[in-house]
């Protein structure tokens, strides 16, 4: 009888690395028997999600990568070195027939440590600027992913982004549970409704102008879901609001515990252009207006260039972000059903829903040769 296919996978960090890892864990495990581990480092939200997914974790030392020359720099090559030489006790100890990364400080040490090994290198880069640790590795993995068309790695296979499968089965279903997930939420299962999140842990350009816009649209008959984030939020002051005249309601939250439900009741998100924002809403067909975080490499502006040119979404810079402009993109969208329509098309065309299923696929074609025969 042949042994499961044991996998390791590495990624850390933020949710941007750990949600497709935690997808695709489970595509795995519905397509073949396999033996999964991860790989991560005690600084990042691995430590609490990827436990809390039923997967086991591994730690490394982190080796952060500084993004200008500072005396940490220095320091590098011993660290990597270090890290290295954890992450090959790890895919020795594992018996690793194939090793999968998502980028991120902890995936460098493991993607050498399995090139020294010759295991077989599967990785997948999120958003559409590839990080340090993908452009490496790129040049000798077995199969390199992406979630963007267009996304600068040699070799480079556009298959979208691994999403967990409640997102997924949104995807297929169409979204039919709006009436219920809107009343779940509070809202009023007839009104259009936006939906406004800037991330896990929220934005304050997006909460503030959202705030300074709110009468203007509660006065025209919308709704507005505001997933402020757990630091932002306060419960004495954030509280839902009706206006009487028009039935325009404000719901505020600190946190989602299940976005699919907050996608399911919404006609057009604002939002942040994370990767895992931009793919998930376009796979569900849900419109965006994105908001790309003014800061790091310009791969958030560069996320949403692909739905902006499809028209599947709206792009507003940080800096043009006021009440004004929120109301004067927001309103029109809200009132022009077709519309909404299209651009809902438009983005489940773009990306595909089926890419943990995909990746699960390229996983066990690249597993070692020796077990393949």
């Known amino acids: 009888m042949d042994k499961p296919l044991r996998v390791v996978l590495a990624g850390g960090g933020t949710a941007g690395h750990t949600s497709p890892l935690i997808a695709t864990a489970q595509a795995l495990q519905q397509a073949t028997d396999v033996s999964l581990s991860c790989i991560g480092t005690a600084r990042g939200l691995e430590t609490t999600v990827i436990p809390a997914a ?59 440590a399995a090139r020294s090994l010759r295991i077989p290198i599967v990785i997948h880069e999120q958003n559409a600027v590839p990080g340090l640790a993908n452009k490496v ?22 298959i ?8 997924a089965t949104l995807a297929t279903q169409g979204r039919p549970t709006r009436a219920e997930a809107r009343e779940s939420l509070g809202l009023d299962p007839e009104r259009p409704a936006l939906l406004v999140s800037g991330g896990s842990q929220g934005a304050r ?34 509280r839902a609001m009706t206006d009487e005249a028009t039935g325009g309601r404000y719901v505020p939250l600190a946190y989602v515990e299940g976005m699919q439900e907050a996608y399911a009741a919404a006609d057009l998100m604002l939002g942040r252009s994370g990767a895992g924002t931009v793919v998930e809403t376009a796979v569900v067909g849900l419109p965006g207006v994105f908001v790309p975080l003014p ?39 809200l009132s022009d059903h077709t519309r909404l329509e299209a ?23 690249s597993a070692r040769p020796e077990r393949s025969a």
């Open 54 to 112: 039923g997967l086991e974790l591994d730690l490394v030392d982190p080796v952060p990568m500084p993004r200008s020359l500072t005396p940490q720099l220095a320091l590098v090559p011993a660290r990597l070195v270090g890290a290295v030489r954890q992450a090959r006790a790890i895919l020795h100890k594992r018996g690793a027939d194939v090793m999968v990364g998502f980028g991120g400080y902890v995936s460098m040490p493991a993607y050498l």
């Open 137 to 158: 590795a790129a040049r000798f993995a077995a199969v390199t992913a992406t979630s963007f068309p267009q996304t600068p790695l040699p070799g480079a296979r556009f």
């Open 160 to 167: 979208g982004l691994p999403v967990r499968t409640e997102i």
């Open 205 to 238: 350009s997006i909460n503030t102008a959202t705030v300074a816009a709110r009468d203007e649209l509660l006065a025209q008959g919308f709704q507005v879901l505001h997933v402020w984030g757990k630091k932002n939020f306060k419960p004495d002051e954030h």
């Open 295 to 333: 800061h790091g490499n310009g791969e958030q502006a560069r996320n949403a260039d692909p739905l902006v040119a499809a028209g599947a979404a709206v792009l507003v810079p940080d800096a043009d972000l006021d009440a004004s402009r929120l109301v004067s993109e927001v309103s029109p969208l």
């Open 343 to 365: 651009m809902a098309r438009a983005g489940r065309d773009l990306m595909p829903a089926d890419a943990a299923a995909t990746l699960a696929g390229l996983v066990i074609g």
